[in-house]
Every structure is written in C-alpha cells, then in structure tokens.
C-alpha cells in the first residue's frame, strides 16, 4: 500500500533503538525526513548514515536526555515544523507500589507523560492547519491494569486520556492526535520489564524467558509491527483516524491478562 509519505518530515523521539528505530527505518523507506532525538547520539547517527545511504531522505540527529522540560522546548526550537510528531521516548519502572520510590515515579513521569504532553503542545501550536498527525506511543497496560507494573500503568492510562481528549477536537484544527498501545514487544527495555516480573511471578530474574508461554503466538510483537502500525496510523491513509488508541497485543488487553 503507498502509504503517501513522500517528501513529509517526522521527528521521532526515543529514536536510537526499539520501536523508535524501527519506524525510522519505515518512515525512511516510505519518503520521510527525519529528526530523530534520544540520548545515544552514536545509535542515531549509524542510522543517520545507513538511512541516508539507502533512501536519499534527510536525518537530523539531535542526541539530548528529554526528561527536562527545558530539553524538550530546546527539541521544538531547533527542529522548527514537522509533519509527524512520534512521542515514543519512555522508561517508566516496573515494580510494585513497594518497590517503585517516589523518585522512580516522578522521573519516569517527567520523561514519558509530561515529555509527551509537552511535545505535543509545542508542535500542536505549528501543525495547526497544516493537515499535521501526532502519534503517542503509549502501551497495553493503559488499559490491562498491572499492580507490579504500576507506574507504567498509571502514567499510560493518563496519556490514554490526553490522546483521546486533544484527538477528539483536533481535526478542528487541521490535526490529527492518535495513540498505539503496544503489549510486549521485542526491545531492550521489554527485557527488563520481564526480568522484574520474572522475580515477582517466578522468584528468579533468569527465568524470564518461560514467560513467553503465557503470550499470545508464544512470542512478544516485535519492534517492525508496531512501527508498520504507526506508519499507517501517521499516512493520509488514516485522515479521518483521530481521538483514538490502537492497541496491538496479540489480544492480551482484551482477555484481562497482564501477561
């Protein structure tokens, strides 16, 4: 499917790895130029180098830690207009209310649910009749509540609820605010989501991989689908999709397990 992508620019948050890298690589094919932020500026500019080489597209790198406010306006100023917003940038703790601390919370708060929420509102200002499309990367326990995934559930679910409130007028405006919410999918960080439940549920981090039993398809999504998933979902293909979150999960929210 031409997905119509050719000749518009995205930025990408959380870019140099994962679900974030993966859309680049997307994106590119598709036509995009890119602005990719995260903190390993080395990932980003293999990929730089790569994606250049083999599309003819654009990347600019932009390597910064996002969890400061001040970073992020820094991020708008610099990058200017953009088409595309990806807000995938995001390391929420896992663990129960015992074991994740205040300042566990408020840090992976301040990068993923303000990070996303200020992004947003700086290249809301700019897409505004300019046929723009923000994309928030979010996540299945938004809506398949985890005790021992508690902080990722809680600020999921708030950004759950930012999507659908700003998605539901935005078309007004001449943009377009859709959420994804992947389940478990194939990423470093997935890792150490596993590892934890793997201490909370089986008593022994190493074990995580027999967790894989319990999934849909005996596997976690991997980080191509959910890209392909947001590459639609940021296509004119999808121009009267708004106020709305896509969950791929392999049915695991819709069944209630939080595995």
């Known amino acids: ?10 930025l990408i948050t959380g870019a140099s790895k994962g ?5 680049a690589r997307v994106l590119a094919q598709e036509g995009c130029h890119l602005h990719l932020a995260a903190r390993n500026g080395e990932a980003m500019n293999t990929a730089k180098s790569e994606l250049e080489a083999q599309y003819k597209v654009r990347v600019t790198v932009h390597a910064l830690d996002l969890s400061r406010t001040e970073a992020m306006e820094k991020l708008a100023q610099d990058v200017g207009h953009v088409d595309i917003l990806v807000n995938n940038a995001g390391d929420v703790p896992a663990g129960s209310l015992e074991v994740v601390d205040d300042a566990a919370w408020r840090a992976g708060f301040d990068l993923k649910v303000f990070g ?9 200002r700019k897409m505004k009749a300019r046929d723009g499309v923000i994309v928030n990367v979010i996540g299945n ?3 398949n509540w985890d005790a021992s995934y508690i902080a990722g559930s809680t600020g999921n679910a708030a950004l759950m609820a930012f999507t659908k409130a700003l998605g539901g007028a935005s078309l007004n405006d ?5 959420g ?16 934890r439940k793997a201490i909370d549920m089986l008593g022994d981090e190493e074990r995580w991989e027999e967790l894989f039993d319990k999934y849909p398809g005996k596997r976690p999504a991997t980080a191509e689908e959910v890209a392909d998933l947001c590459a639609f979902l940021a296509s004119p293909r999808a121009g009267y999709i708004t106020g709305t ?3 791929i999960d392999g049915g695991i929210a819709a069944r209630g397990s939080v595995i």
């Open 19 to 23: 679900i974030g890298l993966a859309l």
């Open 245 to 247: 979150i896509v969950t």
């Open 1 to 10: 499917m031409e997905l119509n992508l050719g000749g518009k620019t995205a």
């Open 180 to 195: 994804v919410n992947p389940g478990p999918v194939a990423t470093d960080r997935m890792l150490k989501i596993m590892k």
């Open 116 to 124: 996303y929420i200020t992004l947003a509102r700086a290249f809301y």
């Open 141 to 143: 326990s938004g809506e």
């Open 174 to 178: 001449g943009v377009r605010v859709v």
